[in-house]
Nanobody, 126 residues
Framework: QVQLVESGGGLVQAGGSLRLSCAAS????????MGWFRRAPGKEREFVAA????????NYADSVKGRFTISRDNAKNTVYLQMNSLKPEDTAVYYC???????????????????WGPGTQVTVSS
């Protein structure tokens, strides 16, 4: 069992930065693929970024490449999403997710993940 809690969301002006954190409980965190997804108002949930258990492999949505960076600290059971050059279209609820079991499902597919956090709101003003 893994519990995830996101933090770090808020209101920021366009061009600004935020760093989201996702604190995970459970000893299996260090073996988990971790992902960030987001849901904007009136839109479907979409993939943002993912990182494998060691941090050696990362994936990003095209819309955030070069602006967002995912990282993890297994000693702290925490995964981060550094968001720079934020745009109004980045406004969404951001969710952290954990995939405990390896499958062939790509990390950008939501069904890969077993556990989800409650989300944190990010609002970017123009």
């Amino acid at each position: 069992q893994v519990q995830l809690v996101e933090s770090g969301g808020g209101l920021v002006q366009a061009g600004g930065s935020l760093r989201l954190s996702c604190a995970a409980s459970g000893r299996t965190f260090r073996y988990s693929t971790m992902g960030w997804f987001r849901r904007a108002p009136g839109k479907e949930r979409e993939f943002v970024a993912a990182i494998n258990w060691s941090g050696g492999n990362t994936n990003y949505a095209d819309s955030v490449k070069g602006r967002f960076t995912i990282s993890r600290d297994n000693a702290k059971n925490t995964v981060y999403l550094q968001m720079n050059s934020l745009k109004p279209e980045d406004t969404a609820v951001y969710y952290c997710a954990a995939a405990l079991v390896y499958t062939h499902t790509p990390p950008f597919v939501s069904t890969r993940y077993d556990y989800w956090g409650p989300g944190t709101q990010v609002t970017v003003s123009s």
